[in-house]
C-alpha cells in the first residue's frame, strides 16, 4: 500500500506566475484535502474534493483552485501568486465524506520571489 | 469563536523524562479530536485519534492523551521521551458538523535536552 506522495517536493516562483501542485492518494482513498502552512504555524485548510468534487473550501480567494481525477489524483492551482503565498502546501487523503482520519503526504514548499 | 488553543509554543525536556503537551477547544459540540507530530520539514504524521468511547487513547511511538470534556481539553502525554520525539506537534479537530477540515492548533516545539 502506497502513501500519499506530493510533486514537486520545493518550488520557486516569482510574482504573479502561476503553479500546479499534485497529490496523489492513498491506495483506497477517494477524498483528497489542500491545507496551506506558512512557516511557525499550522495548516490551514483550502479546500476539500470527494469524488472529483469540491466538498468544501476555506477562507482561500478564488486564485486558489484545484482538481480531483478519476484516479482520485489532485492538482492544486494557484493563479497570480504573491509573496505571501510562501508556505508548505499540504496534501492529505482520506476515505470517505465523514470524519475519517486524513494521512498527509510530505508536502510541496513554494517560495515565491 | 471555534478554535483549537496549544498554550506551549515550546517547551524542553530532557531525554528520558516524562511530558505533557496542551490542547483546548472551543466547539460547542465534541469535535473528532487529533494529534499529528511533524519533524522539521516533512508532513504529518498521526500519532493518535479520539472520535468516543474510552476517554484514555493510545497512540504510537508509546504516546496517549486523555479527553476530558469538562476541561474541553486534549492533552497528549508520553511517560518517558527519547531525542527522537524532537519534532512540532499539532493539536486538530474535526468539527462534527460542517465541513470535513482539520482545525488545527498553532503547534508546539518540542526540544529535547540529552
Known amino acids: 500500500e502506497t502513501g500519499v506522495t506530493q510533486s514537486p517536493t520545493h518550488l520557486i516562483k516569482t510574482r504573479g506566475q502561476q503553479v500546479t501542485l499534485r497529490c496523489s492518494s492513498q491506495s483506497g482513498h477517494n477524498t483528497v484535502s489542500w491545507y496551506q502552512q506558512a512557516l511557525g504555524q499550522g495548516p490551514q485548510f483550502i479546500f476539500q474534493y470527494y469524488r472529483e468534487e469540491e466538498n468544501g473550501r476555506g477562507n482561500f480567494p478564488p486564485r486558489f483552485s484545484g482538481l480531483q481525477f478519476p484516479n482520485y489524483s489532485s492538482e492544486l492551482n494557484v493563479n497570480a501568486l504573491e509573496l505571501d503565498d510562501s508556505a508548505l502546501y499540504l496534501c492529505?487523503?482520506?476515505?470517505?465524506?465523514?470524519?475519517?482520519?486524513?494521512?498527509f503526504g510530505p508536502g510541496t514548499r513554494l517560495l515565491v520571489l | 469563536a471555534q478554535s483549537v488553543t496549544q498554550p506551549d509554543i515550546h517547551i524542553t525536556v530532557s531525554e528520558g523524562a516524562s511530558l505533557e503537551l496542551r490542547c483546548n477547544y472551543s466547539?460547542?459540540?465534541?469535535?473528532?479530536l487529533f494529534w499529528y507530530v511533524q519533524s522539521p520539514g516533512q508532513g504529518l504524521q498521526l500519532l493518535l485519534k479520539?472520535?468516543?468511547?474510552?476517554?484514555l487513547v493510545q497512540g504510537i511511538k508509546g504516546f496517549e492523551a486523555e479527553f476530558k470534556r469538562s476541561q474541553s481539553s486534549f492533552n497528549l502525554r508520553k511517560p518517558s521521551v527519547h531525542w527522537s520525539d524532537a519534532a512540532e506537534y499539532f493539536c486538530a479537530v474535526v468539527p462534527r458538523q460542517g465541513a470535513q477540515k482539520l482545525v488545527f492548533g498553532q503547534g508546539t516545539r518540542l526540544t529535547i535536552n540529552p
Open positions: 479520539y472520535f468516543s468511547g474510552d476517554t
Open positions: 466547539y460547542g459540540a465534541t469535535p473528532y
Open positions: 492529505a487523503s482520506s476515505q470517505g465524506q465523514t470524519q475519517e482520519t486524513q494521512y
